[in-house]
């Protein structure tokens, strides 16, 4: 099993930049799809970037153009940089991986809180 750390989340004003990053541990990285989830209060969960193991990335429409997901297979980690935030970006952030060969994808982090306050 992976486990998952999501780290880089904070207060920040509209407009700004923050990195998350989602580190993991205990299985082969590289056989892990990694997705960013986020939430917040009285919304449904919204997939906002996802990664295959092979660096092809996808995006929730509401982030597209704005955050960028990476991974480094050499550090065990993913990245989600997010620029041009807004109002609508507040929730806590989630990251979330799939394992490509047994297709089990239960696998969360412990969160980490995005305020975005002008």
């Known amino acids: 099993q992976v486990q998952l750390v999501e780290s880089g989340g904070g207060l920040v004003q509209p407009g700004g930049s923050l990195r998350l990053s989602c580190g993991a541990s205990?299985?082969?990285?590289?056989?892990?799809?990694i997705s960013w989830y986020r939430r917040a209060p009285g919304k449904q969960r919204e997939l906002v970037a996802a990664?295959?193991?092979?660096?092809?990335?996808n995006y929730g429409d509401a982030v597209k153009g704005r955050f960028t997901i990476s991974r480094d297979n050499a550090k065990n980690t993913v990245y989600l940089q997010m620029n041009s935030l807004k109002h609508g970006d507040k929730a806590v952030y989630y990251c979330?991986?799939?394992?490509?060969?047994?297709?089990?994808?239960?696998?969360w982090g412990q969160g980490t809180q995005v305020t975005v306050s002008s």
């Open positions: 979330n991986a799939r394992n490509i060969i047994s297709g089990k994808d239960d696998y």
């Open positions: 205990g299985g082969i990285f590289r056989l892990y799809a």
């Open positions: 990664i295959t193991t092979g660096g092809i990335t």
